[in-house]
């Protein structure tokens, strides 16, 4: 297709899914396979654990620290706040970013402790909105026999019922879902034909959003 204006921009790929769905793993499966490709590329986490907030969050998720439930939802927003004006440059200069956990993450994991969903979403409006958003689809129970959690404060299978349950409410009929109980490169094929489609859409003119 002809982008006559010659503004391609790169897609915003978001990756979503309980702890342990292999989100991670695939995300960095895909980074050289798109680059192979010949797409400029970059891959950002949430939360982004190397800012000063990002700090205060790996205190509380690895319990060191004690916060109310307000305070560390809003802490996990404002970490994606302090990376929007980065991540709108990145987008407009033509790299695709795939990006591990993003508002979906926000808004599942404090509605799961009980906050009203639309206090979990003020905070969010006004973020980049993705271009794509795939669900890496497991039980929490398949999640939990996974080798084990890592310990962290939401890792318990309780909690990541009611979080798979807020994932549930969240997600509409823009998401793909992907089965995360196929083979690792089953998994990594579908992700890159999905990527490689949002990427073109995106060169072809799609507008950035939010
Ligand atoms: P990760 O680094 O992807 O393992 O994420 C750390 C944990 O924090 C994981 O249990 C998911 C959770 N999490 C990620 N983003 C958010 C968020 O915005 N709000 C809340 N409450 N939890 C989040
Ligand atoms: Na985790
Ligand atoms: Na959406």
């Given at each position: 297709c002809n982008n006559s204006k010659g503004d391609s921009r790169g897609a915003l790929i978001v990756l979503e899914g309980l702890d342990r769905c292999g989100k991670t793993s695939q995300c960095s499966r895909l980074l050289p396979s798109l680059e192979g490709l010949g797409h400029s590329v970059e891959s950002w986490r949430f939360p982004d654990r190397n800012t000063g907030v990002g700090q205060m969050i790996s205190a509380y998720l690895s319990n060191q620290s004690q916060l109310d439930d307000r305070a560390i939802h809003l802490l996990f927003s404002a970490n994606r706040w302090e990376k929007r004006s980065l991540m709108e440059a990145k987008l407009k200069s033509g790299t695709t970013l795939i990006v591990d956990r993003y508002s979906y993450s926000g808004v599942a994991f404090s509605s799961a402790k009980g906050l009203d969903l639309q206090w979990c979403k003020a905070p969010e409006v006004g973020l980049l909105a993705p271009d794509l958003v795939v669900y890496l689809d497991i039980s929490p129970e398949k999640a939990a026999e996974?080798?084990?959690?890592?310990?962290?404060?939401?890792?318990?299978l309780e909690f990541q019922r009611k979080v798979a349950q807020s994932y549930h409410t969240l997600s509409d009929a823009s998401w793909k879902i992907v089965d995360a109980t196929l083979p690792i490169e089953d998994i990594e094929t579908q992700l890159k034909e999905m990527a490689v489609d949002c990427i073109n859409t995106c060169k072809n003119g799609k507008s950035l959003s939010h």
């Open positions: 996974r080798g084990g959690y890592g310990g962290e404060r939401y890792e318990q």
